[in-house]
């Protein structure tokens, strides 16, 4: 079966300090692989989107990056942090549920992060 | 305007209560419709879909799509205080892997 792991599941980090979260997915390969940011009241905005190694799509311009070095494994830093950057992120990959024309997206356990 | 629209709450009713939660949307392209349930401080998991307008029961929970009044809903009867979590409509078009996500409703379910 497929898991995804995310780490650290928490982080406080300050002001202008450089950002990298790690997400790994197992039991499946060349998966599609999301970044959401949640915060309160906003839902989750998708920030970046791949297909395939190094390929990215960033959805939303921002002090964020996203790299993928290997298959199942997506990186998302930054080089400083902003006050707005704190929420929740949340990686995820999708597939077809039972070879429908569905694509069901599959998150992580998130990693909540304050900016202070 | 957001392409989907849900009342962020929170929602808080007695234990055994029907629960309505509702998402408006404006893009006529959706065709699959979502709700996804998201315990405090874990990430969002598939509840259930439902392709095009119409009715979909699992067990106290009931999925419905009008797609004439671009309206879901989410109902859960006999509800339960497990049922306390945040509740999230999304939907995509045919074939599209991307998901827009509504705000997503907190709920509460008084013991």
């Known amino acids: 079966s497929q898991t995804i792991h995310q780490w650290p599941a928490t982080l406080v980090q300050p002001v202008g300090s450089p950002l990298s979260l790690e997400c790994t997915v197992e039991?499946?390969?060349?998966?599609?692989l999301y970044w959401y940011r949640q915060a309160a009241g906003r839902g989750l905005q998708l920030l970046f989107y791949?297909?395939?190694?190094?390929?990215i799509s960033s959805e939303v311009p921002q002090n964020l990056s996203a790299s993928r070095p290997q298959d199942r494994q997506f990186i998302l830093s930054s080089k400083k942090l902003l006050l707005s950057d704190s929420g929740f992120y949340l990686c995820?990959?999708?597939?077809?549920?039972?070879?429908?024309?569905?694509?069901?997206?599959?998150f992580g356990p998130g990693t909540r992060l304050t900016v202070t | 305007q957001k392409e989907v629209e849900q009342d962020p709450g929170p929602l808080s009713v007695p234990e055994g209560a029907i629960v309505s939660l509702n998402c408006t949307y404006s893009?006529?392209?959706?065709?699959?419709f979502m709700w996804y349930r998201q315990y405090s401080r874990k990430g969002p998991e598939l509840l259930m879909y439902?392709?095009?307008?119409g009715n979909k029961e699992d067990g106290r929970f009931t999925a419905q799509v009008d797609k004439s009044s671009k309206y879901i809903s989410l109902f859960i009867r006999d509800s339960q205080p497990s049922d306390s979590a945040t509740y999230l409509c999304?939907?995509?078009?045919?074939?599209?892997?991307?998901?827009?996500f509504g705000t997503g409703t907190r709920l509460t379910i008084i013991p």
């Open positions: 999304a939907m995509t078009g045919l074939g599209n892997e991307k998901l827009t």
């Open positions: 791949s297909v395939g190694i190094g390929q």
């Open positions: 039991g499946t390969s060349n998966p599609n």
């Open positions: 439902t392709y095009s307008s």
């Open positions: 893009n006529s392209a959706f065709q699959y």
């Open positions: 995820a990959w999708s597939g077809r549920p039972g070879g429908l024309d569905f694509w069901e997206q599959y």
